[in-house]
C-alpha cells in the first residue's frame, strides 16, 4: 500500500460489488508531474504527500522549486491568464515563501500572526495554484493547435 501511495493513487473500495479500483489523489497533481521535467514531477507529487502534513519547511522547499518553474512560465501564463499569475506572484511573495515575510525588511503583519496551521494552509493553497498555473501553461500549446485546426477547417 506504501507503493501505491507514494505514486499519488489511493483504493477505493465497493464492498457490494466485490471490486477494488485504483485512482489517483490528485489529478491535477499527476497532470503536472506528467508534462514538467523528472526532478520537478517528484517535488510536485512528494508535497501532496500525506507525510509533508505540518512539515512546513519542507513544503516551503518545494514550493520555491515551483515557483522557479513559475517564474519561466509567467510571461506567456499573463497573456492568458492575468488574474491566476497576478494572484499566484502574489502568494508566492507575501506568504513567507520567496522571502522572509515573518521579519525584516519584507515582514508582513498579518503573516507574521498566522499559526503554523494557519500558514500551512496558505501553503497548500499557493501549491494548488503553482498546478493551475501549469496546466494553464500547458494548455496554451493545446489552444493554439485548436485554433490552427479551425482554419484549416473553415477553409474547407
Not at 499566484?88 to 515575510?101: A, D, E, M, Q, Y
Request: with cysteine; proline share 1%; aromatic share 8%.
Amino acid at each position: 500500500m506504501e507503493i501505491i501511495d507514494d505514486l499519488n493513487y489511493e483504493t477505493k473500495v465497493f464492498e457490494d460489488e466485490q471490486k477494488v479500483l485504483l485512482v489517483e489523489k490528485d489529478a491535477a497533481a499527476s497532470a503536472v508531474a506528467e508534462i514538467v521535467e523528472p526532478e520537478l514531477a517528484l517535488e510536485v507529487i512528494e508535497y501532496n504527500h500525506f507525510l509533508l502534513k505540518g512539515d512546513i519547511d519542507k513544503k516551503q522547499k518545494i514550493l520555491k522549486v515551483m515557483a522557479d518553474k513559475f517564474e519561466v512560465l509567467r510571461s506567456e501564463l499573463k497573456k492568458v491568464n492575468k488574474d491566476l499569475e497576478s494572484n499566484t506572484g502574489f502568494l508566492l511573495n507575501k506568504v513567507n515563501i520567496r522571502h522572509n515575510n515573518i521579519e525584516g525588511k519584507n515582514a508582513v503583519p498579518y503573516i507574521q500572526n498566522l499559526s503554523k496551521e494557519e500558514l500551512e494552509e496558505w501553503y497548500d493553497e499557493t501549491y494548488q495554484m503553482l498546478l493551475l498555473c501549469m496546466l494553464e501553461y500547458d494548455n496554451i500549446k493545446r489552444t493554439e493547435k485548436v485554433v490552427e485546426l479551425k482554419k484549416i477547417i473553415e477553409k474547407c
